[in-house]
Nanobody, 126 residues
Framework: QLQLAESGGGSVQAGGSLRLSCAASGLALRVYYCMGWFRQAPGKEREGVALIASTGDMPVYADSVKGRFTFSEDNDRNTLNLQMNSLEPEDTAMYYC??????????????????WGQGTQVTVAS
């Protein structure tokens, strides 16, 4: 059984940085298709942040975070990272690590991931 565990969230001032990590356990991430990060702010819909089709691929980013967030993987390909720079109050949200769509293309518009982490809170003060 795959488990995803996010860490690295916290409270920062606008313009600051945080680095989120998602550690997979139970099974290797490389056996799953489509993985990355989603977030949900209070009163807003869940939205994709950064996504890759498989380990080693180049990520796709939401327009709102392009140039500020960087998705990466550790060398073991079982830990996903999200470096968040130039944080804005609008980035305040619960951030989730996700993976495992059954079919189709890996796109920012879909939310039907089989596996979700518990989330890590990011709060950015103005």
């Amino acid at each position: 059984q795959l488990q995803l565990a996010e860490s690295g969230g916290g409270s920062v001032q606008a313009g600051g940085s945080l680095r989120l990590s998602c550690a997979a356990s139970g099974l290797a991430l490389r056996v799953y298709y489509c993985m990355g990060w989603f977030r949900q702010a209070p009163g807003k819909e869940r939205e994709g942040v950064a996504l890759i089709a498989s380990t080693g691929d180049m990520p796709v980013y939401a327009d709102s975070v392009k140039g500020r967030f960087t998705f990466s993987e550790d060398n073991d390909r079982n830990t996903l990272n999200l470096q968040m720079n130039s944080l804005e109050p609008e980035d305040t949200a619960m951030y989730y690590c996700v993976t495992g769509v059954r079919n189709g293309t890996c796109t920012m518009g879909r939310t039907d991931f089989v596996y979700w982490g518990q989330g890590t809170q990011v709060t950015v003060a103005s």
